[in-house]
């Protein structure tokens, strides 16, 4: 039910680094849906959901990078006052704990989107599903 | 598996061994004495005549020889016989100062064959058996040191020489080379390349034998070597100025065996020159036996071991020396602490998580020295939590801390970045200005 994998890699915090990653993805043709990057003094993890993650993970694994993949949830945010709350209340009510998040909007569906990393992933999807908040498939953030 | 080259001498009785040493050192120091001006002069130095020379004890009375001489005598002052005697020359590659040269009669060739030759049988290497050269020919002494070693005791030899890795691989799994020589380092690189194209060393090669030397590595670096490819790792030690690589592990792998009718050792305390008590770490010096263009009387290796005159398990009565801990002048002093970079080796390589390369940097920030060690993440460990990764680096650094006893920084890098070697890997950059 509606859980992605997000591409992982690890990085040393040097100038040029970034720009491997996204050469090595866009040589590929594989496009970023979102992206963030985690930092942590000498070293950081980019975190990102790509339309072909096999491609993604293959192509940058073949590239020499130290990549994993990780479950996370693409969660619909409603526009207006209180979207966000709704999705952490209702987390925080069935005691998941979120990792980290991060968000972005799609110009085509004209939605936005939060990636959320929690520790109970299946349950966090079927008790978001249960208030009624969309959860996205892998094949919708494909054709995004 | 308990195989021997040349029984009788390898089992010979220690009084045998022993009364073997005495007649061969009084013969090399008469030797040198008549026909090196340079030894000639040392013995006048001290005060000490051939005739001196009575017991295996009296070796204490002559002077240590050190590369420095060999440096100061370039390129043949030190040989002892005239250059028509020499059938060829080895010339180390002086990356840490002036070139030196080494000289074999045919007869050192053949001795220094020998002494190959028992050792790969000890390890259970012979006919049937292809052996993959993966030292460098040419001047540097592994290639053609192992070549001729392998032929002798009958192995198909693979001489491919250092580099090329894809290659390397390629024919190990063509030809079924059963053993390969090459650093330590080069080989895990090989492991490397070979899991990159698919190929299990394991799985897909016959390989079962990795005799591995020409730079100082740990027990933690075998038994991982081990663990990842199936094969059995042996230590090798030489030097070109004893003649290139002479000795290994027998099968048993405690230990270097060292041909004592070849070669007379003693371990010394490096700041006093005195020898130091049985089983206590020592540096190496080397007085040859049956080796006369170039001949060497009591040399400082400079390499750091526990010598050890118990006889083998497997038989053989000659003393062993135990891995070697490092050499005197790769010693890194940080904050006045000794460091041996394969302190480090061993301390990392006991931590699955990080890869099987890494590098020691060495800065002066301010009156500070700092150390830092590089390690590479490797990909059956990254989890993507950042947590994880500081808590691996904050780890790293404590168990270096238990066992060096100062503070190191580290740095976790990305796998590939830190550069490999076909040759001997260069594990410590010093920036400090002294």
């Known amino acids: 039910m509606g859980v992605i994998k997000q591409i992982s890699i690890f990085m040393e915090n040097k100038p040029g680094r970034m720009a491997r990653v996204a050469k090595t993805l866009s040589d590929a043709d594989v496009n970023i849906r979102a992206l963030t990057i985690a930092e942590a003094g000498d070293f950081g993890v980019i975190r990102m959901v790509v339309d072909d993650t096999e491609k993604g993970y293959r192509v940058l694994r073949d590239g020499g990078f130290t990549v994993s993949e990780t479950d996370v949830l693409a969660v619909e945010i409603k526009d207006i006052p209180g979207g966000l709350y709704e999705i952490v209340d209702t987390l925080g009510e069935n005691d998941i704990n979120m990792d980290y998040a991060y968000a972005f909007v799609t110009a085509k569906a004209e939605r936005a989107m939060l990636i959320l990393r929690v520790d109970d992933t299946k349950r966090a999807a079927q008790v978001l599903n249960e208030t009624g908040v969309r959860i996205a498939t892998r094949v919708e953030i494909q054709n995004i | 598996m308990f195989k021997y080259w040349n029984p009788n001498i390898e089992r010979m009785p220690i009084e045998d061994l022993h009364k073997l040493q005495e007649d061969r050192l009084r ?29 295996l004890s009296d070796i204490t009375k002559l002077p240590f020889t050190t590369k420095i001489d060999l440096r100061n005598t370039y390129p043949t002052g030190m040989f002892c016989l005239p250059g028509d005697w020499v059938v060829r020359y080895h010339v180390s590659s002086g990356t840490t100062g002036k070139p030196t040269v080494v000289g074999y009669t045919q007869g050192d060739v053949d001795m220094w064959t020998d002494s190959l030759a028992r050792a790969l049988t000890s390890i259970g290497l012979g006919r049937g058996d292809v052996i993959q050269v993966g030292y460098g020919y040419g001047l540097f002494t592994g290639g053609l040191g192992l070549h001729y070693g392998a032929e002798k005791i009958g192995a198909t030899v693979l001489p491919i020489g250092a580099g090329n890795t894809e290659r390397q691989i390629e024919l190990m799994q063509d030809l079924g080379s059963t053993a390969i020589a090459c650093t330590p380092s080069y080989f895990l690189h090989i492991n ?6 698919g190929v299990s060393i394991r799985d897909d090669t016959k390989l079962k034998a990795g005799i591995f030397g020409a730079e100082p590595w740990s027990d933690e670096t075998r038994r991982r070597i081990e663990e990842a490819t199936g094969i059995k790792a042996y230590d090798i030690y030489g030097a070109s100025e004893m003649s290139g690589p002479l000795f290994t592990e027998c099968h048993l792998q405690n230990g270097i065996h060292i041909w004592a009718d070849l070669f007379l050792i003693e371990a010394i305390d490096p700041k006093t020159g005195e ?7 020592g540096e190496l010096v080397v007085t040859t036996l049956d080796k006369w263009a170039f001949p060497l009387i009591r040399y400082r290796m400079g390499d750091l071991t526990i010598v050890n005159n118990e006889p083998c398990e497997c038989g053989r009565t000659h003393p062993r020396i135990m891995r070697i801990l490092g050499r005197t002048d790769d010693m890194i002093i940080v904050r006045g602490i000794n460091v041996f970079p394969s302190q480090v080796e061993s301390v990392l390589m006991r931590i699955p998580e990080v890869g099987d390369n890494y590098q020691i940097i060495v800065d002066r920030k301010g009156p500070l020295d700092v150390m830092t060690v590089k390690v590479e993440v490797t990909e059956s460990t990254f989890s993507d939590k950042i947590s994880d990764l500081m808590t691996l680096s904050k780890m790293v650094g404590k168990e270096l801390k238990n066992v060096l006893n100062i503070t190191a920084e580290v740095e976790l890098v990305e796998p590939g970045t830190i550069p490999r070697s076909m040759g001997k890997a260069q594990r410590v950059i010093d920036n400090r200005k002294v």
């Open chain 2, 27 to 55: 013969s090399v120091v008469r030797f040198v004495y008549a026909h090196s001006d340079f030894y000639r002069q040392r013995f006048e130095e001290v005060g000490v005549v051939p005739e001196d020379i009575k017991e």
């Open chain 2, 275 to 281: 020898h130091v008590e049985d089983g206590e770490r």
């Open chain 2, 192 to 197: 490397e390349v070979a899991q990159k194209m």
